[in-house]
T-cell receptor, first 108, second 114 residues
């Protein structure tokens, strides 16, 4: 099992849709989790940090399931500007492990 | 606006050139990182500095030479690069290496080696 795995993309959704990405991790000792968004040819930008069961920020909700070892990112009411690659990053005993990213494309 | 500043934004260099990438942060972070990112791939860790000391070198070729002059600055010296070294080079910082704080990335230097 890879250390951090993300849903394969791309996700193509219409504006206004709700979309969810999953990210599974292999090290049960992992303590902190992060979602980043990365636009084409730009740097990753921190979207959300998750330390306990979850976090919510406007249209974005992250949930952590320690028993099944996954975190999810839910985006409600998708906007065209949400189109990006979403990277899951897991702090695995002090080492930051990146998933390969999931590409989201929101269409009019 | 990014709190981690990288220069230059773009760099084109020949295989015999020597150049340097620069990174600066003023968030009081004590861990700084260099990542390399190729198209459609996640960032790949190159080096970590913790309290201005090299903590991790991910078996990076010696044509890449990092330097941390002080707690706010991080450089990456480049010499005799290969075309396959062309990539986006990202600097990042975090509060302390190994704690639960996130990485803050600079806007990157897009490097092309000709």
């Amino acid at each position: 099992r890879k250390e951090v795995e993300q849903d394969p993309g791309p996700f193509n959704v219409p504006e206004g849709a709700t979309v969810a990405f999953n990210c599974t991790y292999s090290n049960s000792a992992s303590q902190s989790f992060f979602w980043y968004r990365q636009d084409c040819r730009k740097e990753p930008k921190l979207l959300m940090s998750v330390y306990s069961s979850g976090n919510e920020d406007g249209r974005f909700t992250a949930q952590l399931n320690r028993a099944s070892q996954y975190i999810s990112l839910l985006i409600r009411d998708s906007k065209l500007s949400d189109s990006a690659t979403y990277l899951c990053v897991v702090n695995s005993v002090g080492n930051l492990i990146f998933g390969k990213g999931t590409k989201l494309s929101v269409k009019p | 606006d990014t709190e981690v500043t990288q220069t230059p934004k773009h760099l084109v260099m020949g295989m015999t050139n020597k150049k340097s990438l620069k990174c600066e942060q003023h968030m009081g972070h004590r861990a700084m990182y260099w990542y390399k990112q190729k198209a459609k791939k996640p960032p790949e860790l190159m080096f970590v500095y913790s309290y201005e000391k090299l903590s991790i070198n991910e078996s990076v070729p010696s044509r890449f030479s990092p330097e941390c002059p002080n707690s706010s600055l991080l450089n990456l010296h480049l010499h005799a690069l290969q075309p396959e070294d062309s990539a986006l080079y990202l600097c990042a910082s975090s509060r302390i290496q190994g704690d639960d704080s996130p990485l803050h990335f600079g806007n990157g230097t897009r490097l092309t080696v000709t």
